[in-house]
């Protein structure tokens, strides 16, 4: 099951005990890793506990990103090193997390000082609730789904591209667009790389989406996946996937997926 990451959650779900959630709540011994009992045994409870105050203090200065990524943050991180994950690797992880949710692409972060190093790749992006078919109007002798991928509105040609009738290369062309032209996108064809185009509100044809390119890149989606990896030296690395999405109040609430 699913579960939103916040702090009493990660508590539970990475097993941590109940003496290692009490001994976890200190900041002082979170950073100096001095908590009593197994460090081990409670790196998952210190993790999450260090990301959610981190978290916390960013989202003072960062809306869009608060105290629920900082968790997520410090589970990914406790569930294998725990307390030995500096503040500082934290912070870079934090920031690299934000960067790539608000722009959708993949960041990169190291400390010399640490040697610690991470990454968090953008594993696909959701625009809204998906579009039905029956809502849109299309020119004749199109093919018409039940429902589309939501997509940020606005796309230009990268490379001259054929319209199709259909989300496929052997059906029949109804048209062009040509290098630099802009078009509506309606909607993406579920789990195919195919874009159904308009223009003033119609549908002209699908075409192959990695032809185009969005106008504007930093469109923020309403829903992302990402993978996010740490690597720290003498603990290897660990890679995690979570789901955000961000709330009513635009801010990002993450799942452990």
């Known amino acids: 099951m699913r579960a939103v990451i916040a702090l009493s959650a990660l508590l539970v779900a990475t097993g941590a ?22 460090k081990q045994e409670a790196g998952a409870a210190l993790g999450a506990v260090l990301g959610g105050v981190i978290g916390n203090q960013v989202a003072k ?8 990524v900082g968790a997520a943050l410090g589970a990914a991180a406790g569930s294998w090193i725990g307390c030995k994950m500096q503040s500082t690797d934290q912070a870079r992880a934090q920031t690299a997390m934000k960067t790539a949710l608000e722009n959708g692409e993949t960041q990169v972060w190291s400390n010399p000082q640490t040697g610690a190093s991470g990454r968090v790749d953008v594993v696909s992006s959701s625009y809204g609730p998906p579009v039905a078919g029956s809502s849109l109007r299309f020119a004749p002798g199109l093919q018409v789904l039940t429902t589309y991928e939501a997509l940020p509105n606005a796309y230009v040609v990268s490379s001259t591209a ?26 993406r064809v579920p789990n195919q790389p195919w874009i159904l185009a308009g223009r003033y509100g119609q549908a002209i ?32 690395a660990a890679t995690e996937r979570y789901n955000a999405c961000r709330d009513a109040n635009g801010q990002w609430q993450v799942t452990r997926v």
């Open 162 to 187: 054929n319209l199709r009738a259909a989300p496929t290369t052997g059906s029949a062309i109804v048209g062009k667009l040509m290098t630099g032209e802009g078009f509506d996108a309606l909607g």
């Open 17 to 38: 005990p109940a003496a290692a959630q009490a001994q976890s709540s200190p900041l002082s011994a979170i950073f100096n890793c001095q908590a009593s009992g197994g």
């Open 61 to 68: 200065n960062e809306r869009g990103l608060g105290t629920v």
């Open 205 to 236: 044809g699908y075409v192959y989406e990695p032809l185009v390119r969005q106008a504007n890149n930093y469109t923020v989606a309403s829903c992302r996946v990402v993978d996010q990896t740490i690597n720290a030296p003498g603990y290897g």
